[in-house]
């Protein structure tokens, strides 16, 4: 079995439905008096790539961070799968959530970073092999075998004893989506993953991310410049400014014929 056909048969998590798989419900968050998300309401289905595009400082990354609990809101709540993501029930009231309830719930969700974040004492094969071992439980072998077979797909096959300071800056990031994807997330979020290479490396990552959107079932949530890619991969766009959302469709017509000024004006800065 191919590496592509593990990850939309791997039983480990619910069948996709199509179904709300994501849901910001009147998130607030600050930084000091700067409101950056101002009561943003969004959902995301399973199964659907959704990109935020806007300008910088709109609140893009902090949605991934609010995901990866890297940050919590100040008001509102995050469901993943339906359930409370920072906050739990008891006794039939709403509270803030224990660490033990977050990480059941972010376990369901993958990033991959601006930066490469690979630990430099390991080689490709364990920095895809520490979490699935260490956090899911997976025996040695059965992690190891996962990680070559995505290796393979990112087209690092014979890779697997590299140290990061052996890899091109493009290698590591493709160890970083493997290792993403090694932990069998429902959810992908990828921040800008290609601002931190060199331009003649970015090309071949964002095949390999096109390859995992058209192969895979894997829930895409992706904030991105490259709007050529985001045409590309995406089943809506969100257009991000002050925020908030101030208009999202298909990719078609969010790139063809966007309605708010804002977008127009950001697009024609960008393409």
Known sequence: MSADQNLTKDQSNPAVDG?????????????????????????????KHVTLIGPSGSGKTTILRLLMTLLKPEEGTIRVGGKYLTHEERNGKLVKAGEKHIREVRKNIGMVFQQFNLFPNMSALRNITEAPVSVLGLPKDEAEER??????????????????TQLSGGQQQRVAIARALAMRPQVLLLDEVTSALDPELVAGV??????????????????????????????????????RVIESGTAEKMFNEPEHERTREFLSAVL
């Open 147 to 164: 990680a070559r077979e995505l290796l393979d797909m990112v087209g690092l096959g014979d890779k697997t004893d590299a140290y990061p």
């Open 19 to 47: 179904k709300e798989l994501i849901r910001f419900d009147k998130v607030t968050k600050r930084f000091g008096s700067n409101v950056v998300l101002d009561e943003l309401d969004f959902s995301v289905n399973s199964g």
């Open 206 to 243: 964002l095949d390999v991310l096109r390859d995992i959107a058209h192969t895979t079932d894997i829930t895409m949530l992706c904030v991105t410049h490259e709007m050529g890619f985001a045409r590309d991969i995406s089943d809506q766009v969100l257009m991000f400014d002050s925020g």
